[in-house]
C-alpha cells in the first residue's frame, strides 16, 4: 500500500548548525515530494517540494533531496534559528492527487 | 493573495450532537481537499473535491461524515453524530487544479473537542 515513514520523529539541534530530516516511501509510481511546516495551532505550511525529475531543490537554507533508487527523500535545513522549531511534515502524491503524508518530526532549535 | 479559510476555529460538543465546518478556499483553485489530523499525527485526507464534484471519498466515514461543495468554491463538512474518536482537527487545504504535483495549501483548521 502507500506508506510514507518519517525519521527522526524529534530532533534537537543546537542554533546555527544543521538538521536533517528523512523520508522513505513505498510505491515507485510516486512524483510529487512537498515538505510542511506545522507551527502550534496553525495549518500545515508548504516550505519546499520536489519533483521526480529532479534530484536536489534548494531555496535559501532549506533544501531537499530525492533518490528514487533507493525510494527516500530528506529536507535539509542550514543555519538553524530559533523560528525554525516546528513540527516538519514529509508527505508523497502516489500518482492519484492524493498526498500521504509522514508521521512528522518535532524540531526543536536550542538557542 | 488570501489564504485558505476555515471556521469556527474551536468546536466543543458533546458526543452524539451534529457539527458542522466551514472552508473558503484560495481564490481560482478548482480542487478542496478535507483533512483529519489527530493529535501527533499527519493529516489524513477524508474528501477531494475538483469544482463541484466528488473526486474521491473512499476515507470519509460515510455513515455520520457528509460534505459539500454546491457551487464549486465555498465547502461544509458535517458530522453527526459525533463521537468521541472524531476528537481531532479538521483541516481545508486547496489547489489550483486536479493532476499530479499541485502544491496543496492549507487553512489554520478547526480543532473539535468531543465530550
Known amino acids: 500500500g502507500e506508506n510514507v515513514e518519517q525519521h527522526p520523529s524529534t530532533l534537537s539541534v543546537q542554533e546555527g548548525d544543521s538538521a536533517v530530516i528523512k523520508c522513505t516511501y513505498s510505491?515507485?509510481?510516486?512524483?510529487?515530494f512537498p515538505w510542511y511546516k506545522q507551527e502550534l495551532g496553525k495549518g500545515p505550511q508548504l516550505i519546499i517540494d520536489?519533483?521526480?525529475?529532479?534530484g536536489e531543490k534548494k531555496d535559501q537554507r532549506i533544501a531537499v533531496t530525492l533518490n528514487k533508487t533507493a525510494k527516500h527523500f530528506s529536507l535539509h535545513i542550514t543555519e538553524t534559528q530559533p523560528e525554525d522549531s516546528a513540527v516538519y511534515f514529509c508527505?508523497?502524491?502516489?500518482?492519484?492527487?492524493?498526498?500521504?503524508f509522514g508521521t512528522g518530526t518535532r524540531l526543536t532549535i536550542i538557542p | 493573495e488570501a489564504g485558505v479559510a476555515q471556521s469556527p476555529r474551536y468546536k466543543i460538543i458533546e458526543k452524539r450532537q451534529s457539527v458542522a465546518f466551514w472552508c473558503n478556499p484560495i481564490?481560482?483553485?478548482?480542487?478542496l481537499y478535507w483533512y483529519q489530523q489527530i493529535l501527533g499525527q499527519g493529516p489524513k485526507l477524508l474528501i477531494q473535491?475538483?469544482?463541484?464534484?466528488?473526486?474521491?471519498d473512499s476515507q470519509l466515514p460515510k455513515d455520520r461524515f457528509s460534505a459539500e461543495r454546491l457551487k464549486g468554491v465555498d465547502s461544509t463538512l458535517k458530522i453527526q453524530p459525533a463521537k468521541l474518536e472524531d476528537s481531532a482537527v479538521y483541516l481545508c487545504?486547496?489547489?489550483?487544479?486536479?493532476?499530479?504535483?499541485?502544491?496543496?495549501?492549507f487553512g489554520d483548521g478547526t480543532r473539535l473537542s468531543i465530550l
Open positions: 487545504a486547496s489547489s489550483l487544479q486536479a493532476g499530479g504535483g499541485q502544491p496543496q495549501h
Open positions: 510505491d515507485s509510481a510516486s512524483n510529487y
Open positions: 520536489i519533483r521526480s525529475n529532479v
Open positions: 508527505a508523497a502524491d502516489f500518482g492519484n492527487e492524493k498526498l500521504t
Open positions: 481564490s481560482g483553485h478548482a480542487t
Open positions: 473535491f475538483q469544482n463541484n464534484g466528488v473526486v474521491d
